[in-house]
Nanobody
């Protein structure tokens, strides 16, 4: 089995910061890309940020310059540093990872259960 567990969500005022973490565990042979997606009420899920195993990054247009994604390959963990948060950032944030399993030697995407981020005065 493979699991992704997120942490770090919560309430924050506009202009504040939060740091999200997501750790993968289980029968993992290797992890390729990892990333964060989010979904707000009444909106479709959208890409927030993604990072390859080599450290190349991609950001959604709405978070460029404010959010930073990073990873620790030794810990199978991806992070999302969120600065200058706005009410529009309020959403459930989901961790994603493309993982190759030890038993199957086949890679596919896995998802965390999500963590709520609320930006409000």
């Amino acid at each position: 089995q493979v699991q992704l567990v997120e942490s770090g969500g919560g309430l924050v005022q506009p202009g504040g910061s939060l740091r999200l973490s997501c750790s993968a565990s289980g029968y993992i042979l290797s992890i390729n890309a990892m990333g964060w997606y989010r979904q707000s009420l009444g909106k479709e899920r959208e890409l927030v940020a993604a990072i390859t195993s080599g450290g190349s990054t991609t950001y959604g247009d709405s978070v460029k310059g404010r959010f930073t994604i990073s990873r620790d390959n030794a810990k199978n963990t991806v992070y999302l540093q969120m600065n200058s948060l706005e009410p529009e950032d309020t959403a459930v944030y989901y961790c994603n990872a493309n993982i190759r399993r030890i038993d199957t030697n086949t890679a596919r995407d896995y998802w965390g259960q999500g963590t709520q981020v609320t930006v409000s005065s």
